[in-house]
C-alpha cells in the first residue's frame, strides 16, 4: 500500500538579520547608490559592468578598478509584467521586473519598473531612476525606473476682454439688424465680409460699405469630432461660405444636414436666432443650412 508522503517544514530565517560584508568592489556601487550615483567598472578589454563585478564573466580576468558612472537613464531590453505583486516584491501595484542597459553600461541592470501597462514597456522604452527620500546604500535606494517622460497634461484656461471698435463694431452692430455688413475696394474691386477699413491686397481705405445676402457656397469645410457648446450635433461641420457678391470666405457652422452630406459648391442660407434674442454678436447666425439650390462649380 503506497504511504502518505512525509513533509517536513523548514524555515530559515536571521530574526536580527544577516550580516557579510561587501568587499571593495560592491562596496563601493552601495556607496555610489547612496550618494545617488550609479556606476559600472571597467574591465580590461573596457567594457562597463552594472552592476559591477570583480571579475570580468566573459574572460575571468580581475576587472581594472576603474569606476564609471553610468546614466542614470537607460534602455529597456526587456521585461516581466507583475499584475499581483507578493508581499517580498518592491511595489505594491503591478509593475514589471526589467533587464535596463543604463546609459554608458555594456551590460544590464536587473530592476522594478513603474508604468500604467506593460505595452508602455516595451524593448527600447527609455527610463530613468526614482530614488527613495533616504538612500543607505542598498539596490532598493532605487524605488524603481520609470519611463521617460514623453507628455503632460495640463490645465488651460484664459480670460481675457475683447473691446470692439471701429470696423468690427460695425460690423457687428449691422447682425444685431439682422444684416451681413461689407466693403468694397475701389482700386482693386473686391469685396470684403466682415466689413473692414482698409483693403489687405492694395492697402487702400475702404469708404463703400455694402449689405451682403446671407446666402452662399461652402468653398471648403471641415468634419468635427468633439463637442462644441455652439454646434448643433456631434459630429459637426465648420465650413468656409463665400457669401454672393462677396471675395472672401467667412466661417460658421453648418446645420440641418447630416455632417457626411456637406460638400463643396454646396449652397447655403444664415440661420438667424429670434430678433427679440440677438445683440451685436456672432452667435445670432446659429449656423447655415442648405438652400436646396443646385450646387456650385467652383473655380
Known amino acids: 500500500m503506497p504511504s502518505d508522503p512525509l513533509v517536513a517544514q523548514h524555515v530559515l530565517e536571521f530574526p536580527g538579520g544577516y550580516t557579510r560584508t561587501t568587499g571593495p568592489v560592491i562596496g563601493r556601487f552601495l556607496s555610489e547608490l547612496r550618494a545617488r550615483r550609479i556606476v559600472g567598472v571597467r574591465t580590461a ?8 563585478l570583480e571579475y570580468d564573466p566573459a574572460t575571468g580576468e580581475p576587472v581594472t578598478g576603474e569606476y564609471v558612472e553610468v546614466g ?27 533587464l535596463i542597459r543604463l546609459d554608458g553600461a555594456d551590460t544590464d541592470l536587473l530592476h522594478a519598473v513603474e508604468a500604467d501597462n506593460p505595452k508602455a514597456l516595451a524593448a527600447g522604452t527609455r527610463v530613468w531612476p526614482v530614488w ?5 546604500g542598498h539596490i532598493t535606494d532605487i524605488s524603481c525606473f520609470a519611463p521617460e517622460v514623453t507628455k503632460i497634461v495640463s490645465s488651460v484656461r484664459a480670460e481675457y476682454r475683447l473691446q470692439v471698435g471701429g470696423a468690427l463694431r460695425v460690423f457687428l452692430e449691422g447682425v444685431e439688424r439682422g444684416v451681413l455688413l461689407g466693403s468694397r475696394c475701389e482700386q482693386c474691386e473686391k ?10 491686397e492694395c492697402g487702400n481705405t475702404l469708404p463703400d460699405t455694402l449689405e451682403l445676402p446671407d446666402t452662399g457656397t461652402i468653398t471648403t469645410f471641415a ?22 457678391g ?11 444636414v447630416p455632417a457626411h452630406e456637406v460638400r463643396q459648391g454646396m449652397r447655403v442660407r444664415a440661420v438667424w436666432v429670434p430678433e427679440s434674442e440677438r445683440t451685436a454678436s456672432m452667435a445670432n447666425i446659429r449656423w447655415f443650412a442648405p438652400t436646396g439650390e443646385p450646387d456650385v462649380e467652383l473655380a
Do not use: K, Q
Request: hydrophobic fraction near 45%; charged fraction near 20%.
Open 45 to 52: 578589454e573596457g567594457r562597463v559592468l552594472v552592476p559591477p
Open 72 to 98: 542614470p537613464a537607460g534602455t529597456i531590453t526587456t521585461s516581466a509584467w507583475v499584475d499581483e505583486p507578493l508581499d517580498s516584491h518592491p511595489l505594491d501595484r503591478p509593475f514589471a521586473w526589467a
Open 132 to 136: 527613495r527620500d533616504r538612500p543607505t
Open 191 to 200: 469685396v470684403y465680409v466682415p466689413l473692414r477699413l482698409a483693403c489687405p
Open 223 to 244: 468634419i468635427n469630432n468633439l463637442p462644441d457648446p455652439r454646434a448643433p450635433e456631434v459630429p459637426f461641420v465648420s465650413a468656409y461660405i463665400l457669401l454672393d
Open 246 to 256: 462677396a471675395d472672401i470666405p467667412m466661417i460658421a457652422l453648418i446645420g440641418d
